[in-house]
């Protein structure tokens, strides 16, 4: 079983044009650390520990500002993905962080 630190370098470390893929509650996790931190695992877990949760957003280009569906929200970037290649194949979807009640910001 692998940890957050070893998720963390096997994607940050995989060559060129490999398409592996990390949670991207983990990426912001770890990228909200300072360049040096990211390598130590103790510092990458105690991150991972806190993770926000991430929610994919999509403008659907075809609709107007406060029409149903004009924004689309997905829980995951694979539900994002599959709903625009289905729907709209040019757009992009972005993670976005859900603000916690215990934030403070």
């Excluded at 770890?30 to 926000?52: G, I, T, W």
């Amino acid at each position: 079983m692998t940890d957050a630190f070893d998720q963390w370098r096997n994607w940050a470390e995989k060559p060129p044009g490999d398409r592996r893929t990390i949670p991207a509650e983990l990426y912001h996790a770890v990228m909200r650390l300072q360049p040096e931190d990211r390598l130590d695992r103790e510092k990458v877990n105690s991150a991972a520990q806190q993770l926000h949760k991430v929610v994919w957003i999509c403008e659907n280009a075809h609709k107007r500002i406060g029409d149903v569906d004009w924004i689309k929200v997905f829980d995951t970037e694979g539900a994002a993905n599959r709903w625009l290649a289905e729907n709209d194949p040019e757009a992009v979807a972005w993670a976005y962080p859900v603000e916690r009640e215990d934030s403070h910001g």
